[in-house]
């Protein structure tokens, strides 16, 4: 059976049984109640189980009829007994006049788990990942609560928040987290201070550029582009001065991107933390005195655990390509060259336009020709290239439309191209039978695929073609949907000339492995080994390398005269 702690347990961490009651209070004149023979009780009378239960269900859960002046049920009342402390009618709940029903405070989002993914709740680990800083002032304060705003007694304040996201952001090589969701959870305080009056105020997000111990808190500096970066979020207007603790939540998603990126772990920033900034509603300065927001910060205080701040963040673990580097593949990038988005029916191409293929809502069919120059990997000295593995990497962006999502995966297949075509002249008649039949690669689209992330297209055989026999019919590639008849929504991937900060152009990316030798002319020997000063054969410069890097032989020996190490 289940144990629950007890009302006399004192034990550090165990928390006897409480009630929790959601209020608000309708305040009445302090005439005395006037004598009823209803079973209703009176103002100042203590209402029954019975009457709570009733007045829960009807304020809560809307169990009954929305508030009117002319419904009568049960509520207390000064003069009757009827309802409510109205001095005309009765209704549903304690109000002066007709409205709408009442709701609970909104409480904090959740994010929604992705198939096959996960959901975790991240809270702030210690009081020093947080602090306040005060414009002015030198360094910063760590306090259990976060201040934000000024008053006519305190500058300008903004707090910053660190949260431990070190096992998202540092995956393994093959491995990758998708941030799909993720919301950041604060709990407001009933307790702002200043003589001013209130001035409606919304809470915004930006990530710090520096850390704690080097924001700048000169006066004109504290909320400069030299402490903040981009805004990424904010919170709902608190257009009220808030008069119990209440949960908050904000879009952290594009926030924590920054930190994990769902393209490639080399584009991570570095996580200095997150800001909270205030701004006026009505338009006013940052300067201008009202009283100010306060959150609950880390804490140690049982009480108030559950205020701290928190990450709601849902993800998926995604699969990423490498090279083996252990058996000394290592990749190369090559740049596009090229790309240009062809419409079927067009007597052009179209150049600086978001790359697709497939047939779109409106019914227009496209495809994609790309290149890339390999020359620089495999070039004439293919022969001394050894090549196990490559792909090609598109930065997807978003849907075309948000109209006819497809369901399930959008499929499609890149084939190589026969011949010659220049990106300014390209038309769809130029390339519409000029492929191999075959395709090379294919790649997917999920239903559910998250923008800024990469799709991988495996084309190891044709990379490992050209290394093993020389690169004599690169004319690029196409790219065509494997479906090109429904019509529907189509993915859109960056093209080779968008230079949009977080977008990725096309690349190529290929694990090779390369044996150099020298160029000076071989010494006439009957020895099948090299001698010293000669050049060795390609036979020989195997049978050295097998002995030296595959372990044939367990002891060392040195490379053959005249000949160079394996570099990458």
């Excluded at 923008?451 to 991988?456: F, L, S, V």
């Amino acid at each position: 059976v289940p144990l629950f702690v007890d009302n006399e347990d004192a034990t550090s961490g165990h928390h006897k049984p409480t009630l929790h009651i959601c209020k608000k209070t309708q305040q009445v004149t302090t005439s005395p109640p006037v004598k009823t023979t209803s079973t209703q009780p009176t103002t100042g009378g203590k209402p029954t189980a019975t009457t709570v239960k009733q007045w829960y269900q009807r304020r809560v859960r809307a169990s009954t009829t929305t508030p009117s002046t002319t419904s009568s049920t049960t509520t207390p009342s000064t003069t009757s007994s009827t309802t409510t402390p109205s001095t005309t009618s009765s209704t549903t709940t304690p109000t002066t006049s007709s409205s709408t029903s009442t709701t609970q405070a909104p409480q904090p989002k959740k994010c929604t788990k992705p198939v096959n993914g996960s959901r975790d709740v991240v809270p702030l680990s210690s009081l020093i990942k947080s602090a306040v800083f005060t414009e002015g002032y030198s360094g910063y304060e760590n306090l259990d609560e976060l201040i934000i705003g000024r008053t006519s007694t305190n500058p300008l304040r903004l707090s910053g928040l660190v949260f431990d996201l070190a096992e998202y952001s540092s995956r393994p090589l093959v491995e990758q987290v998708v941030v799909y969701e993720s919301y950041l959870v604060l709990t407001v305080k009933p307790e702002s201070e200043g003589t001013d009056e209130w001035k409606a105020q919304v809470t915004e997000l930006y990530p710090l550029d520096r850390s704690f111990g080097n924001v700048i808190t000169s006066t004109g500096q504290l909320t400069s582009e030299q402490n903040l970066g981009d805004k990424t979020g904010e919170f709902d207007p608190l257009n009220k001065e808030p008069t119990y603790d209440r949960g908050m939540s904000a879009d952290f998603t594009e926030t924590i991107r920054e930190w994990i990126s769902p393209y490639d772990s080399s584009d991570n920033k570095v996580n200095y933390g997150v800001a909270l900034v205030n701004k006026y509603t009505d338009g006013s300065s940052e300067g201008t005195s009202a009283k100010d927001i306060r959150y609950y910060s880390f804490t140690n205080d049982s009480d108030v655990t559950e205020y701290i701040p928190y990450i709601d963040i849902c993800y998926k673990i995604v699969d990423v390509p490498v090279c083996n580097e252990t058996e000394e593949y290592f990749e190369k990038t090559v740049d596009v060259t090229s790309s240009t988005l062809l419409v079927e029916g067009d007597t052009q191409g179209y150049t600086n336009e978001s790359l697709t293929v497939g047939k779109d809502v409106d019914g227009n069919v496209y495809r994609t020709v790309i290149n890339f120059d390999v020359s620089s990997v495999i070039g004439s000295n293919f022969k001394y290239v050894e090549v196990n593995d490559g792909w090609i990497k598109l930065n997807y962006l978003k849907p075309s439309s948000t109209d006819n999502i497809r369901n399930g995966t959008f499929s499609f297949s890149v084939y190589k191209i026969t011949t010659e075509w220049n990106e300014d002249t390209v038309s769809w008649d130029d390339i519409k039978t000029n492929y191999n039949s075959q395709p090379i690669g294919e790649a997917v689209v999920s239903e559910d695929q998250v923008g800024g992330t990469a799709i991988w297209i495996n084309i190891a055989d044709t990379l490992i073609d050209w290394a093993e026999n020389g690169v004599t019919d690169n004319y690029g590639f196409v790219l065509i949907a494997d479906d090109e008849s429904t019509a529907g929504s189509v993915p859109l991937f960056v093209d080779n000339e968008d230079a949009t900060s977080g977008h990725h152009k096309p690349t190529l990316h290929i694990c090779k492995k390369t044996q150099q030798v020298t160029t000076s002319p071989p010494v006439k020997t009957t020895s099948t080994q090299p001698t010293t000063g000669g050049k060795p054969t390609a036979t020989t410069v195997k049978q050295w390398y097998q002995r030296r890097v595959r372990g044939l032989r367990t002891k060392w020996e040195a490379p053959p005269s005249g000949s160079t190490l394996p570099i990458r």
